[in-house]
């Protein structure tokens, strides 16, 4: 099943009209899809698409908070075996 946003909202997205992107090297708008600037010919970066629903890959989890300071005198975990 596909999702469709409301007609007002498409109305609202379409009344701003197409997307548009600034060229970093002089300024001019470009269509979101173009690949080079038709004004200085720089080359855009290639977008990233993030895939969405529930079989796109997760953002790398935080690390762990450290661990807290052992008391004095708390006996030692374990250590590997020692050669």
Known sequence: ???RPPAAEIAAAEAQGPKKKE???????????????????YKF??????PKGPGAPTAP??????SAPKAPGA???PKGPQN
């Open 23 to 41: 060229c970093p090297e002089c300024g001019s708008e470009e269509m979101l899809t173009a690949k080079t600037c038709s004004k200085c010919g």
């Open 45 to 50: 970066p290639p977008m990233k698409v993030a």
């Open 61 to 66: 989890a935080a690390p762990g908070a450290p």
């Open 1 to 3: 099943m596909c999702y």
């Open 75 to 77: 006996p030692q975990p």
